[in-house]
């Protein structure tokens, strides 16, 4: 059985550090590289973070974004190699980490503060 320390010495090698700092509320625009037969494009998928899983080299973070008037959320590994870059459109002022309460919310109603709106 493998020791804890070289399970986190082999995680640390896969870590991206190129990501900007994001948080739960913000607007991303995630460019993400899609593969259909043997061309790539590259994806962009708009929405708000709503959940963040940090796990090392296995964090995940969740986008929610309304595609004519259905709610679509996806899940990106976080330090996956197909994701071209993330920026971050707008940071949101939020009091919780997960933001669920989006799902039932549609409209008006379904918006985030922005921190220019303080």
Do not use: W
């Amino acid at each position: 059985m493998a020791s804890i320390g070289t399970i986190l010495d082999l995680e640390s090698n896969q870590i991206r550090k190129d990501h900007p700092k994001f948080r739960c509320g913000d607007t991303v625009r995630v460019h993400y590289r899609v593969v259909e037969g043997d061309k790539t494009r590259i994806q962009v998928f708009q929405g708000i973070v709503i959940k963040r899983h940090r796990a090392g080299a296995r964090s995940t973070f969740t986008v929610r974004k309304l595609s004519f008037g259905t709610g679509v959320e996806r899940i990106f590994p976080l330090h996956s190699p197909r994701i071209e870059k993330i920026e971050r459109a707008s940071q949101g002022v939020v009091r919780r980490s997960r933001l669920f309460y989006l799902r039932s919310r549609t409209g008006k109603a379904a918006r985030v503060r922005d921190v220019k709106d303080r």
